[in-house]
């Protein structure tokens, strides 16, 4: 078994994310608090707890974006069941029928500082639909599959010295500047890199490809921000949409895919098309014994679905082949037929999460209380929008929260115990990505409150019960990470949650003057 990466401590992880301060907070699309936005100084592999700071501290699309909408409530297509028996037949031809959901180890990925050298690469098959070389590519930039492969190190990979072939895919991800590159059959020659194509993405806007164009994915949409990473797993929710794979696509293509590969070419409207959304039935019951990593990616395929990205033999999702991830974390997911999944509506380019009239949520000043109860004067806005607040389950809290009404933007707030709290308000209309604002209060020596009468939260419970307001992570089977450091309903949380409970606090406490 390869050799674990070594830990890397919680400060130093801080002072790697930790190099740029935020003036306000960066709160994800599952009210998750980013703390500061990431910079690297030398290239980092994706499985490393480096690479775990600073991806956790990424906002990896923009909160509009097609992979971090919601598509809980998202209505199921009239010809969902078509669809999904037309998957089902393509993949039984095969003996032993691959009806099922299978989780592969495929993609990784490399970070790289915005000042990385740039290299020349070739682009062989599909030149004209490539952005140009030259391209960042360290030299530890790792090829699909690595390190699961064999006995051949990182060098040979690169070289595939055994010709194993293969789709060979490459990400280098610049977080500084929000670039992403990635290639298709990637191989170092002679000292020279080359590649069937290239694509390059901003990973901080929607912008797509030209209409017509593919890349690594035969959708032309961009992989890494559909890989399921080790950090995210840890943390008990894959927080975006995956990229899945069929066996056969239609001639088509929808938002946000931008090219088709139907082989044999066919306009059946019961062939999924790229960029076509796949859901988890809110039916299935995600057993309680299934490991934290499966949980994570079911949660995920609940709420944000998958976007069908290429062709092939399985329907798979790609999860980084990480070598931190426990032997067979993924293999209950081998047993969900594929009948246990559903086609919904997608949403265009100015439709959903990018049409106008987003909600907005400002939770007020920081405060410093001696009494044991504070008025909130948080404000929201925009049309039919539900608030709510609650205790914000990944930082520490010393005790117990008490809303007189917490479906109120300005409410009292009442607490247990003297300390620090992070308070969390949102603001949702159930149709664009939820805004979230958070408090820092500060209750002093001495100070302590009943919490009968209200809504009362506690630093492990992580939402409101018996009231409007819903939790940071989400509606339904969703989790969130509380203080104690495990994932609600998921069993453990590790290092993941430990930088974001720490960087939670910091950046409250940057966030406004005293």
Not at 317 to 341: A, E, H, K, M, Q
Request: proline letters at 8%.
């Amino acid at each position: 078994m390869p050799a674990r990466p070594h830990p890397m401590s919680l400060l130093a992880a801080l002072c790697l994310v930790g190099s740029t301060v935020a003036a306000a907070e960066r709160i994800n699309q599952e009210g998750r608090i980013l703390g500061p936005a990431p910079s690297v100084s030398t290239p980092i592999l994706f499985n490393t707890a480096q690479a775990d700071a600073v991806a956790s501290a990424m906002q990896v699309m923009p909160l509009t974006s097609a992979w971090n909408e919601d598509i809980s409530q998202a209505p199921v297509l009239s010809n969902s069941n078509a669809m999904i028996a037309r998957i089902i037949t393509d993949l039984s031809t095969y003996t032993p029928a691959r009806t099922t959901l299978r989780a592969f180890y495929e993609m990784n990925f490399v970070l790289v500082p915005d000042g990385q050298p740039l290299v020349p690469i070739s682009f062989l098959v599909y030149p004209g639909d490539s952005d140009p070389s030259p391209y960042p590519i360290p030299a530890n930039m790792p090829i699909e599959g690595w390190p699961n492969t064999r006995s051949e190190t990182l060098s040979q990979w690169q070289q595939d010295v055994n010709n194993a072939g293969g789709d060979r895919h490459s990400c280098v991800v610049a977080p500084g500047s929000m670039q992403l590159w990635e290639t298709w059959q990637a191989k170092l020659v002679s000292g020279a890199w080359q590649a069937s194509n290239g694509a390059r993405f901003t990973i901080a806007a929607n912008t797509l490809r030209t209409p017509g164009y593919t890349s690594g994915d035969a959708a032309g949409l961009p992989m890494f921000p559909a890989l399921v990473r080790y950090d995210e797993c840890q943390r008990g929710m894959v927080e975006h949409a995956m990229r899945i794979v069929v066996k056969h696509s239609r001639a088509q293509y929808i938002y946000p895919a931008t090219h088709d590969a139907s082989t044999p070419s066919t306009t059946d409207p019961d062939v999924p098309a790229m960029g076509q959304r796949v859901r988890l039935k809110s039916s299935f019951a995600i057993p309680s014994g299934w490991t934290i990593q499966e949980k994570a990616v079911l949660r995920g395929l609940k709420k944000y679905g998958a976007l069908v990205a290429d062709n092939g033999g399985f329907f798979s999702i790609s999860v980084t082949p990480d070598d931190r991830y426990p032997s067979g974390c993924f293999n209950n997911l081998s047993t969900i037929g594929i009948g246990n999944f559903e086609i919904v509506q997608t949403t265009g380019a100015t439709q959903g999460p990018r049409s106008g009239g987003a909600p907005t949520a400002d939770a007020g000043a920081d405060q410093t209380t001696a009494s044991s109860s504070v008025l909130l004067t948080g404000v929201v806005s925009g049309s039919g929008v539900t608030a709510g607040w609650y205790l914000y389950p990944s930082a520490p809290a010393p005790g117990t929260v008490t809303f007189a009404n917490a479906a109120s933007a300005a409410t009292t707030a009442m607490f247990s115990a003297a300390g620090t709290y992070t308070l969390m308000l949102r603001a949702t209309d159930g149709i664009h990505a939820p805004a979230y604002d958070a408090v820092l209060v500060t209750v002093g020596p001495g100070s302590t409150t009943s919490t009968t009468g209200g809504t009362s939260t506690s630093g492990s419970s992580g939402s409101p019960t018996g009231s409007a307001s819903t939790s940071g992570s989400s509606s339904g089977s969703t989790a969130t990470v509380d203080s104690g450091g495990s994932g609600s309903g998921s069993g453990g949380c590790g290092f993941g949650a430990m930088v974001g409970s720490a960087l939670a606090l910091m950046v409250a406490r940057r966030r406004r003057a005293p």
